[in-house]
T-cell receptor
Framework: AQTVTQSQPEMSVQEAETVTLSCTYDTSESNYYLFWYKQPPSRQMILVIRQEAYKQQNATENRFSVNFQKAAKSFSLKISDSQLGDTAMYFCAFSGDNYGQNFVFGPGTRLSVLP | EADIYQTPRYLVIGTGKKITLECSQTMGHDKMYWYQQDPGMELHLIHYSYGVNSTEKGDLSSESTVSRIRTEHFPLTLESARPSHTSQYLC?????????????FGQGTRLTVV
């Protein structure tokens, strides 16, 4: 069974600084998808960024980028130029490539961006 | 843009009442999910469906039930609400396997049982 671990329950960063959130996962599959979701306080969960395992190039979306290390089963999220609106819970998630597999979410990291 | 809707957004109800939380999506997704989440905590999968007339229990045991009579509709029912059911319930949907699969979430229903 797949597992997703986020070892940082809480983090804080000063506005305009850079922060990296960690995520590790365990799977025996060769192809799969990895995601970072953001859940602002009392607001909807939204997708931040996604990565397909067979693509070696790290995904980037504006200020958000990932460091995907397939051999180490590591998928960290880097937020550059942090903004107050980045304050949220961040969930790392895994999805296998086979039909019948559900998303597996990590326990989340609460990020606070300080003014 | 995600088109998945949950109603009500907030619900306060007395112990023993029967309630149904609604979830609808207009994206034609086969897969739908219900998660239970205490505020600021991790998500627990309680039910999922891979299509019409398909429902399965998730990783976390729940006293709720679900149905999937139509592709777009995946309601969750509690026959007799208890204070231990107080939580946030998130509905999500996703496409079948394929490129760029991702889960789309509703805004959630925050349930309080008094």
């Amino acid at each position: 069974a797949q597992t997703v671990t986020q070892s940082q329950p809480e983090m804080s960063v000063q506005e305009a600084e850079t922060v990296t959130l960690s995520c590790t996962y365990d799977t025996s599959e060769s192809n799969y998808y990895l995601f970072w979701y953001k859940q602002p306080p009392s607001r909807q969960m939204i997708l931040v960024i996604r990565q397909e395992a067979y693509k070696q190039q790290n995904a980037t979306e504006n200020r958000f980028s990932v460091n995907f290390q397939k051999a180490a089963k590591s998928f960290s999220l880097k937020i550059s130029d942090s903004q107050l609106g980045d304050t949220a819970m961040y969930f790392c998630a895994f999805s296998g490539d086979n039909y019948g597999q559900n998303f597996v979410f990590g326990p989340g990291t609460r990020l606070s961006v300080l003014p | 843009e995600a088109d998945i809707y949950q109603t009500p957004r907030y619900l306060v109800i007395g112990t023993g009442k029967k309630i149904t939380l609604e979830c609808s999506q207009t994206m034609g997704h086969d897969k739908m999910y219900w998660y239970q989440q205490d505020p600021g905590m991790e998500l627990h999968l309680i039910h999922y469906s891979y299509g019409v007339n398909s429902t399965e229990k998730g990783d976390l045991s729940s006293e709720s039930t679900v149905s999937r009579i139509r592709t777009e509709h995946f309601p969750l029912t509690l026959e007799s609400a208890r204070p231990s059911h107080t939580s946030q319930y998130l509905c999500a949907s996703s496409e079948d396997e394929g490129e760029w699969t991702e889960a789309f979430f509703g805004q959630g229903t925050r349930l309080t049982v008094v």
